[in-house]
């Protein structure tokens, strides 16, 4: 393995990559670099005359005439091209929650701007019958941007994929780069390179990559055997540091959930001495779930009582039960409590963070439950006398059958 690994650091496109992959970029700075909403104010950045990138409407231009040239563009055709570039122009960024709607004197055209989600719903008829009732009078386009050109669910749509966008900005930049002003080259060739190597993934460093996974396949493949995954890296992070705030992070854990209650509630609720479901048999915890609501792109805090003897349960759900807000339970066996939407969250992106940032978001998202995690506290210590019996009458039928 090691001397595998010595062909591989004297390998130069091994060094190529690592120059590539090591280039500032101020889209992964920012850590926005699959962002759909940042990808679409740059995109209305470009294609507004009017702003300070100094691209007059060359970048527009070029759209217009992909778009035109469609044969589902029956209302404008290429010559009109030039008269409408004369016309005053409005852009528009999530009007109607349309992405990007560029209003001309003549014409208004509606662009779906689609990164990693897909169209939900009747999106695209519900966004053409809007355009349709609020400008009337005016000619309409309908655009439907995808990285790869994807066939869009409603037929008047025109397809456009993100290479041609790409393309477009390389064109510029060779034949108008003395006329820009650097640090808009910078930001145009950052969202170039942005768009090759993480939407399209058909950039140089992307090659490469392809090029020295075949030449070392086998100690690649031993290093992403034993690598870390984003869920394993986030649930220890979450747990050292609900740890480090007092909690009793000394539970039954699961992949894509971490599981954690407070030292007095640990004390207060007995365990099961059957098996529940959970390996530690708990009759109640709160729990974090983010892999597993939305496909990992959000996460959920909830209080639990867990499957396990009747009477227990009745009494830590009548209990949580008395807190404001608080909604009936789901789930027969597994009765979860104030369930919420719960809040944006990409596990996929979590490892492009940086350790700060990740620990800004965790140290927030744990400082939004604490009150919630106190007023349940609460309202199970009003019911420990309850428990207390629980907890006696089992000791004594433990005794009867010994």
Known sequence: MED????????????????????????????????????????????????????????LSRFLRDLISDSRSSEI??????????????????WNSIDILLEFDTTVIALENKL???EHGNQLKRYKKTIEQHYSHKKKLFCYLTPFGDKASDSNYIEIGYDAIATHLED???????????????????YIDNLRMKVMENGKANELAKKIYKNHKEILDFIFEHKPDNASHFAERMIQLLKSKGFDVNCSQNKG?????????????????????????EAFLFEIDFL?????????????VSNGDKELRNTLIQAIMTIDGAKAPKGKKWATFLHKE?????????????????????????REIEPVVLKVEEALMECSAEIATYRHNRSVESSNEI
């Open 4 to 59: 595998q690994y010595a062909r591989l650091l004297a390998d130069l496109d091994f060094d190529n990559i690592e120059l590539l992959m090591g280039k500032p970029n101020v889209f992964n700075a920012l850590g926005i670099a699959h962002y759909e909403i940042r990808h679409s104010n740059f995109l209305a950045w470009l294609l507004d005359p009017h702003q300070n990138h100094n691209l007059r409407n060359i970048f």
């Open 77 to 94: 055709s290429l010559i009109d091209i030039p008269d409408l570039l004369v016309e005053n122009l409005v852009v528009y960024r999530e």
């Open 116 to 118: 990693l989600s897909k």
């Open 172 to 190: 510029i930049l060779s034949l108008y780069q003395e006329s820009l002003n650097v640090q808009v080259k910078i930001y145009i060739q950052d």
């Open 257 to 281: 959930v971490v599981r954690f209650t407070t030292p007095t509630l640990s004390n207060l609720i007995p365990t099961y001495e059957f098996s529940n479901g959970w390996p530690k048999r």
């Open 292 to 304: 597993w609501v939305g496909n990992g792109r959000r996460i959920r805090f909830y209080p639990i």
């Open 342 to 366: 719960g809040k944006k969250f990409n596990i996929e992106e979590w490892s492009e963070k940086s350790e700060e940032d990740q620990d800004r978001f965790i140290n927030e998202f744990i």
